[in-house]
Every structure is written in C-alpha cells, then in structure tokens.
C-alpha cells in the first residue's frame, strides 16, 4: 500500500526555525512534494524534492533522503502568517499524488 | 491570468439531487485533478485526466463522473448526491507531472 506519515500538529514560537517531518511507504516513487494551506483556502505549492538532498527556497527549505523514504519542511524565521497546515505528498507511477494528513503549524508570538 | 477557477462556491443539495462542478484552468496544463477534503484530513483524488480525452479513477471515485470537455475543462458530475459525499472539493491542474499543481478556490458542498 502508499501510505504517508506527518505530525498532526506543531507549535512553535514566531521567529523561531521548525522541522516537519513526512515518512512515507509508497511504490514508484518519483518525489516529494509539499504543500501549504491556509484554513478555509486551497493548497498552495511550496517545493518539491525528486533526489536526495536540501532545496531551499526562500525562508523554506525540504529535504529528502530516499534510503530512509524521509523528507522535511524546514521554515525559518516563522512569521504569523505562516501558521497553516502544511501537507507532504509523494508521487507515484500511476501519474497521481498521494497526500498525508496534514501538520497544522501554530505559531504563538 | 486566472489560473484554476470553479463554479459553484457554495452549494446544498438534498439527498438524491444531481449537480456538476464545473472547473476550467486558463494555464494550458495537460493534466486536471478532483480531489475531496474532509475535514481535518489530506485530499483524497477523485479522478484525473492525464490529458485531453482520458480520465482515470482515483482513490475514492465511487458516485463520481467526469468529463474532461476540452483542454480548458473538467467537469465533475455527483448522479445521487449522499450525505457522505459533504465535503470540500478542489480542483487543480498540472503541466506535466502530478508533483506541481495548482489549485482552484474549491466548492463546499452540503448533502442534506
């Protein structure tokens, strides 16, 4: 089966860095994506990892391991308007993303 | 440019009723997605097109048609609306790959 696995909630302080950790079982694998969304909006494209490494992207970096089937979404400098519920994904031969829960981000002043 | 649009908003149906979300997207992608989100959960695809003339099943397609219209459009069409089908419904398309796409405003719909 394809299954993903992320923390279902987060809290940290504004200003601050956190890590959003994304487990996944899947077959085919061809990359991971991540995604934003804000409550009551659509989701938004943050980044995507096909090979093994960091990409940054701003004040938002991923990472992915393959060997480990393991990636993260690192935000940097958090800022209010960053609390959102963020979504890993991951791609598969059969030309669908399959997604996870979501990790709702609460960011405190 | 108005990237991934979707009609209706908003919409109530009593069970039993028929309708059909219309999506259109304006940034020439091959390939559109119906996803479905629960609350406090991920999206769940519906169906997609891959590109013009074909569609596949998802993950949860059961009380679901589409139509993929022309490049622009695809539309999906609920036969007998039920109270399980309550839900948001998002729309989005893609160049190429699944891995970068782009969303619609989505449709809240309410089964009574």
């Known amino acids: 089966g394809q299954s993903l696995e992320q923390p279902s909630e987060v809290t940290a302080v504004e200003g601050a860095i956190v890590q959003i950790n994304c487990t996944y079982q899947?077959?085919?694998?061809?990359?991971l994506s991540w995604y934003q969304q804000h409550d009551g909006g659509a989701p938004t494209f943050l980044s995507y990892?096909?090979l093994d490494g960091l990409e940054e992207t701003g004040r938002f970096s991923s990472f992915l391991s393959r060997s480990d089937s393991y990636g993260y979404l690192l935000l940097q400098e958090l800022q209010m308007k960053d609390s959102a519920s963020y979504f890993c994904?991951?791609?598969?031969?059969?030309?669908?993303?399959?997604w996870g829960a979501g990790t709702k981000l609460i960011i405190k002043p | 440019n108005a990237g991934v649009t979707q009609t209706p908003k908003f919409q109530v149906l009593k069970t039993g009723q028929s309708m059909t979300l219309q999506c259109a997207q304006d940034?020439?992608?091959?390939?559109m997605y119906w996803y479905r989100q629960d609350p406090g959960m991920g999206l769940r695809l519906i169906y997609y097109?891959?590109?013009?003339?074909?569609?596949d099943k998802g993950e949860v397609p059961n009380g679901y048609n589409v139509s993929r219209l022309n490049k622009r459009e695809f539309s999906l069409r609920l036969e007998s609306a039920a109270p399980s089908q309550t839900s948001v419904y998002f729309c989005?398309?893609?160049?190429?790959?699944?891995?970068?796409?782009?969303f619609g405003p989505g449709t809240r719909l309410t089964v009574l």
């Open positions: 989005a398309s893609s160049e190429g790959s699944p891995d970068t796409q782009y």
């Open positions: 940034m020439n992608h091959n390939s």
């Open positions: 097109s891959a590109s013009e003339g074909t569609t």
């Open positions: 899947t077959s085919g694998f061809y990359g």
């Open positions: 990892n096909a």
């Open positions: 994904a991951v791609g598969n031969s059969n030309y669908q993303l399959i």
